[in-house]
């Protein structure tokens, strides 16, 4: 068997925890380090044994690791770190703010490139799989109309980026597909609709000792990028509340391309996820990516990448004959 690729994990909520829980399932690869910014003695890997070290060791561990899978927020964490942890890994992350990844791959790529790493960005279900699914949708159909629901569920980075609202003690936040806008468009109609008429965003917040509730409602609705679009609902609940009814992570979303192959025949592609955990399918993507970002940086394709960059054979442990064998 080949050597195991070495993939390392930088940051240990539940995006890390998730990926730690992925490397396991894969064969070819093995854990040699979890880095966080807590102290190191106080984390617990899955695998006794696994070794935990403190962010600013990264730097002098390159020799180690062949991929480095970033699992910061995309609000703060990623900006910072991607570019940064580019220069000295090949690195994967699932940096999901989708008006800012073109500026955010401008960023990664020059050090990638300056130093000979690869970097994928912004993969995970969406961006990831499901942009995937749009680009090969609109391929099949060109004339037609793609459309993304999202939810219903508990999105990771909407909920990171209520918590960084000064004010907010604790939250999560809900999307809600709008169930007549998916009728409509699942009936090859074609509709037009806003960001507010297909979805909402439900809000569950624990403020802070002696914060304005107001204030705060007010930062959120008018976020940029993440709620200023959508009618959000805003409520303010106790730490308990919080812990007891908001601990599930589950979520999903639907991709359907609705089009014409000729003027009487209408036909509808349509890719669903039902996820029972977010984190935990997020990481997977991300560790399945890890994989081709080993095999990019050893033909030396480096710089910034996405997942349309990648070829699916890239993704598998599988071998070339076995794919043609086992799949076509």
């Not at 020059?110 to 090969?136: C, E, H, M, Q, Y």
């Not at 009814?245 to 999903?252: C, I, N, V």
């Not at 209408?266 to 970002?293: C, D, H, M, W």
Request: contains cysteine.
């Amino acid at each position: 068997m080949a050597e195991h690729i070495r993939i390392a994990i930088a940051g240990h909520g539940n995006l890390g925890r998730g990926v730690e829980a992925a490397i396991g399932k894969n064969p070819d690869m093995r854990l040699v380090g979890i880095y966080t910014r807590r102290a190191p003695d106080q984390l617990t890997p899955l695998e006794a044994g696994t070794p935990v070290f403190g962010m600013d060791a990264l730097p002098t561990h390159t020799d180690r690791i062949d991929v480095l899978i970033l699992c910061g927020g995309s609000k703060e964490d990623l900006p910072r770190q991607g570019p940064e942890l580019a220069a000295l890994f090949n690195t994967v992350d699932s940096f999901d703010t989708h008006a800012r990844i073109p500026e955010y791959f401008a960023a990664v790529d020059a050090p990638a490139r300056a130093n000979r790493k690869t970097a994928l960005v912004s993969t995970g279900w969406d961006p990831g799989v499901f942009s995937i699914n749009r680009v090969i949708s609109e391929a099949l159909l060109p004339d037609g109309v793609t459309y993304t629901f999202w939810g219903d569920g508990l999105s990771q980075g909407h909920s990171d980026a209520l918590r960084r609202v000064p004010g907010v003690a604790g939250a999560v936040q809900y999307t809600r597909p709008i169930q007549e806008a998916m009728d409509r468009v699942r009936s090859a109609s074609r509709p037009t609709l806003s960001t507010r008429e297909k979805h909402r965003r439900e809000c569950f917040v624990v403020l802070q000792e002696g914060a304005d509730a107001e204030q705060v409602r007010n930062a959120i609705v008018s976020m940029p990028h993440y709620f200023d679009e959508y009618d959000t609902e805003v409520n303010f609940i106790s730490a308990d509340e919080l812990a007891r009814d908001h601990q599930a992570m589950t979520h999903g979303g639907f991709v359907i391309r609705s089009g014409n192959t000729s003027p009487t025949n209408a036909q509808v592609i349509e890719y669903s996820l039902k996820l029972g955990s977010n984190p935990e399918f997020t990481a997977s993507v991300l560790v399945t990516y890890a994989r081709a970002v080993h095999r990019m940086h050893m033909a030396e394709q480096y710089g910034a990448k996405t997942v349309f960059d990648v070829p699916p054979a890239m993704l598998s442990p599988k071998t070339a004959e076995e794919l043609r064998a086992e799949y076509l």
